[in-house]
């Protein structure tokens, strides 16, 4: 491949170089890293997109903006629709605004999207869970 800058957006777009950019990682996580070439890889607009939306989710989960986080989650979705954590996410969030049956719904369609899911066991839990106090409720 070509020559390629590393550029850090959070300094005025200076270029940094691959041990500058270790040094960097290792502040911000606290422990010494290796970087190989693959760290520093061109990625696809796609990607890129996919990452910066990542973060905006996870901004809105840490605000708890539920109905911020459905619309990233469906932005997410449309650019990977096989992210099975999109999937799962799609349905935590109307949970958390008390669309419970949107919820179920979106949790239903992961499960069965995605039947031997780490975090399976989990979600058929919460479902349980959530729709005996809602019958109890009723």
């Excluded at 010494?32 to 520093?40: G, H, M, R, S, T």
């Excluded at 809105?60 to 650019?79: G, M, T």
């Excluded at 349905?91 to 899911?117: D, I, K, M, Q």
Aim: glycine share 10%.
């Amino acid at each position: 491949g070509g020559s390629h800058l590393l550029l850090d957006a959070f300094n005025g777009g200076a270029i940094v170089t691959p041990a500058a950019c270790a040094e960097l990682v290792a502040r911000a996580t606290g422990h010494k890293v290796v970087l190989d070439e693959a760290a520093f890889a061109p990625v696809s607009k796609r990607h890129l997109l996919a990452r910066m939306l990542q973060n905006v989710k996870g901004i809105w989960c840490r605000q708890e903006d539920w109905a911020r986080v459905v619309r990233v989650v469906d932005r997410l979705l449309a650019l990977d629709p096989g992210a099975a954590a999109e999937r799962r996410d799609r349905g935590t969030a109307p949970v958390n605004l008390g669309e419970y049956e949107r919820g179920f719904g979106e949790w239903e369609h992961y499960l069965s999207e995605f039947p031997n899911a780490p975090d399976g066991d989990e979600i058929r839990g919460r479902l349980r869970r959530l729709r005996r106090r809602r019958a109890q409720l009723n």
